[in-house]
């Protein structure tokens, strides 16, 4: 079993920056793949950033430039750097790792940007 807790979300002012992390723990093999999500309230979860194994990173068109995702191998900790926030960034942020053919998420943070 994988068990995956969010920390870091809050409310900021438009322009701020955030960080929000997650720490896996249990049955992890070696480096998964992991990634972050978002669900604005009243909508469907969409895909926000994502790190390979290898280190390998992508974001979503609509973070890029202002979002960064990295990873503490040693730590099974992946990051996501929020920078330049926008008041459309607003909603709950859920980790997600793949391993063995199965998705793993968390339990969600929320992020409120918002003068």
């Known amino acids: 079993q994988v068990h995956l807790v969010e920390s870091g979300g809050g409310l900021v002012r438009p322009g701020g920056s955030l960080r929000l992390s997650c720490a896996a723990s249990?049955?992890?093999?070696?480096?998964?793949?992991m990634g972050w999500y978002r669900q604005p309230s009243g909508k469907q979860r969409e895909w926000v950033a994502g790190?390979?194994?290898?280190?390998?990173?992508n974001v979503a068109d609509s973070v890029k430039g202002r979002f960064v995702i990295s990873r503490d191998n040693a730590k099974n900790t992946v990051y996501l750097q929020m920078n330049s926030l926008k008041p459309e960034d607003t909603a709950v942020y859920y980790c997600n790792l793949f391993q063995s053919l199965e998705n793993y998420w968390g339990q969600g943070t929320q992020v409120t940007v918002s003068s």
């Open positions: 790190i390979t194994s290898n280190g390998a990173t």
């Open positions: 249990g049955s992890i093999f070696r480096t998964p793949a």
